[in-house]
DNA sequence: TATTTTTGCATCGTGAACGATATAATTTGA
DNA sequence: TCAAATTATATCGTTCACGATGCAAAAATA
């Protein structure tokens, strides 16, 4: 049985788009395990630090996720003690995401993080211009693609 | 409160590593739900077409998975009728994973996966070069970082 | 050869992703 | 104004990822 020569592993954009991010992730665990908190939550807080107190559909448009993955992720944050989750008063069907005392604590303690990942990175991998050099081409995949999540 | 630039969401790299991933898997959907298969699933037939019966660490290490990963991966499409999963002779603790029929037969309805799904790409965010030009960066990527699975 | 270590596979538990569906609040528009 | 459509959130079920752990077979080593 022969494969056909585009069905091949080493021929597939997408796995190795799969398999960079899997490694990455894995990459930030000696950081976010001290933290107590996984990659996704990360995302969470690095967006309530830019912007305290959103509503959750904020939030899940920021990450381009559907609230169906961002609501039991800040359930399990709001349980942590990470965040706290209020009714909106304009807008009664919105919860609006706010970030608790040690949330924003974790702030300082997480400042560091982008560097060491990169010098990591940089470490195992060399050249960094590289890593940097594909995101335009990576915005532009994402922009592309990301039409369903508006 | 005021973010640390480099803790911003548009300055990271894995982010967008991760939600390029995420959508392009999802733009594998139109074509691999007609076949009832999953995006990780449709890698491990890849792995399958290209070389048949395999230990399942040889289908993980080619996926940069773990066994804890594939195991029940496989198992699911050991139900589905997809392959099937035999005692190794050699080595006994071995399990040898075989495509069936179906299996095989499968690989000439995904025989134009690869091209619909660059060419849906191209059309919605333009001009292929680059996103091949990503793929050198990204095996350094994962040759830097994949030393745990081996 | 006997013991230790490693390897291959499996199971369990947890946390994402995401399709499908539900519910209530808001908005639209007839 | 009132029904219909939309929006914000939540719940449920399934499939991945992956850390932790267990077990038996094989390999390494004393």
Redesign the pocket.
């Given at each position: 049985m022969m494969a056909y020569e585009q069905l091949k592993l080493d021929n597939q954009l997408c796995f190795r788009l799969?398999t960079a991010t899997?490694?990455t992730?894995?990459a930030y665990?000696p950081y976010l395990n001290p933290l107590g908190i996984?990659?996704?939550?990360y995302?969470v807080m690095l967006v309530l630090w830019e912007q305290n107190k959103q509503?959750?559909?904020?939030i899940?448009k920021s990450l381009?996720?559907?609230?169906?993955?961002?609501?039991?992720?800040?359930?399990?944050?709001e349980k942590m003690g990470l965040v706290k989750?209020t009714q909106?008063k304009?807008?009664?069907?919105?919860?609006?995401v706010s970030l608790t005392k040690k949330g924003m604590e974790m702030q300082e303690q997480a400042k560091h993080i982008p560097e060491c990942l990169t010098a990591d990175i940089i470490k195992k991998a060399n050249e960094e211009e590289e890593y940097m050099g594909m995101i335009p081409m990576l915005d532009k995949l994402i922009e592309g693609l990301k039409q369903?999540n508006k």
């Open positions: 799969y899997r490694l992730i894995g665990h996984t990659y996704p939550q995302l509503p959750v559909c904020d899940a381009l996720l559907d609230t169906n993955t961002v609501t039991p992720l800040l359930q399990r944050m989750r909106g304009e807008d009664a069907r919105q919860r609006i369903p």
